[in-house]
């Protein structure tokens, strides 16, 4: 066989690909409550659920009090599932589900998943297009029923959208290891190699590399490239050698000390201040070193509670913790009776008065969410300083949240 022969045999090899048809299922449950209240709202009106996206489009469930057909004369509720955002021929599977609240499990489900359907699954044309009944159920049987509880009904409903793909044969993957540059500068820390510049931290002294420090830190950056002289040794007189430490850590490795963190933590709520991880917070902020300053900052956060949110508020006003200033300030604002009582509302009163009045800012913009419907009616997490005040809660939990998840 020619050459000319044997490349067209080759571009004559057989070829495969793989179509596959399948749904991309989600749901969403949706309550409605005061449903006597809803009734007589007007034939054709609606109540909407929350937008929830499934497949790559959003949509939402209309609830018809009073029926969508005007010719059923208000006899049945409506119920439908429309498509709320922009879309062309979307093709889905349906299914709506009024829950049973005794208990029984006899819920009232209309499905098209566990069945063939003539013509397939449903199309929507575009935005606004709706699935569903509006005979879904007779109103009086259902204000009679387990599935009217407390004056609440509870629908699910679950959307399964038509996505088609073309599969072609997968070439053999290679693995990659993960990345091991940490651990590789981190050797260069240990083994103190090619080291050009000695920390005197309280008489214990650390080897590090100035290109290292000056790529991670723009404060270290100026005083090593920024300015004359070539000191070898520095003597740092504001930071002690185990926080010291913790930061070369950082800038080597991009990871906290685990097992250090651990065994320093203060059992003591009020003395956040005096913990490694705030100390690290410090220094982070000194060095301009913001990754190591946020990852702080989420520890910090965790811990917040009545007693030690006065003393964290004030470490990260000081420091530039704005994310944690926030955290702070919000749960000081949502727990204002007990933290005026705490040890560390006095501490602010002392040394930090001007955050006392940005609490009462935030007391302030809490109460105009809960007033503008943000915050939900009865079940706002923020309520009113004479509330609060009224009903004494108190440091030791009880109706407050004391720490943040």
């Not at 949110?309 to 200033?325: E, P, S």
């Amino acid at each position: 066989m020619s050459q000319i022969d044997a490349k067209i045999a080759a571009t004559n090899s057989p070829t495969s690909s793989r179509s596959v048809t399948e749904t991309v299922n989600g749901s969403h449950r949706f309550v409605i409550q005061g449903y006597s209240l809803a009734k007589g709202m007007g034939i054709g009106k609606h109540i909407a659920s929350d937008l929830f996206t499934v497949g790559g489009y959003q949509w939402a469930v209309y609830f018809y009090p009073d029926g969508k057909n005007p010719e059923d004369n208000s006899t049945y509720v409506s119920v439908f599932i429309a498509l709320a955002s922009e879309g062309t021929d979307v093709r889905a599977l349906f299914e709506l589900t009024l829950v049973d609240q005794s208990g029984k499990g006899k819920h009232k489900v209309h499905s098209h998943f566990d069945r063939s359907l003539e013509s397939g699954p449903y199309t929507l044309k575009y935005r606004g297009s709706m699935w569903g009944y509006k005979r879904f159920y007779r109103r009086a049987m259902l204000e009679t029923s387990d599935y009217l509880k407390d004056d609440c009904l509870k629908i699910n409903c679950t959307v399964g959208v038509v996505v088609s793909a073309t599969e072609c044969p997968t070439l053999p993957s290679i693995q990659v290891p993960e990345s091991d540059i940490g651990s590789h500068f981190g050797s260069l820390l240990d083994n103190m190699e090619g080291s050009d510049v000695i920390f005197n931290v309280a008489g214990e002294k650390f080897h590090a590399h100035k290109l290292v420090l000056a790529a991670r830190s723009s404060v270290f950056r100026s005083d090593f490239f920024g300015q004359e002289g070539d000191d070898h040794e520095i003597v740092v007189t504001d930071t002690e050698p185990k926080v010291f430490k913790a930061v070369l850590h950082f800038i080597y490795r991009d990871e906290l000390m685990e097992d250090e963190l651990v065994e320093s933590r203060s059992p003591c709520e009020i003395c956040v201040s005096e913990t490694l991880i705030a100390k690290l917070l410090i220094a982070a902020d000194k060095y301009d070193l913001d990754r190591l300053r946020r990852m702080c900052e989420s520890r910090i956060c965790k811990d917040i509670s009545v007693n030690s949110v006065g003393r964290a508020l004030a470490l990260a006003d000081t420091h530039h913790a704005t994310q944690l200033k926030a955290v702070c300030l919000r749960f000081a604002a949502e727990n204002l009776a007990a933290v005026m009582r705490s040890d560390g509302f006095e501490y602010l009163k002392e040394n930090h008065p001007g955050l006392q009045s940005e609490i009462l800012k935030t007391v302030a913009h809490c109460e105009d969410e809960c007033t503008s419907g943000g915050g939900g009616g009865g079940g706002s997490k923020s309520r009113s300083v004479c509330a609060q005040l009224s009903d004494g809660g108190d440091a030791t939990g009880r109706r407050l949240r004391q720490r943040l998840s």
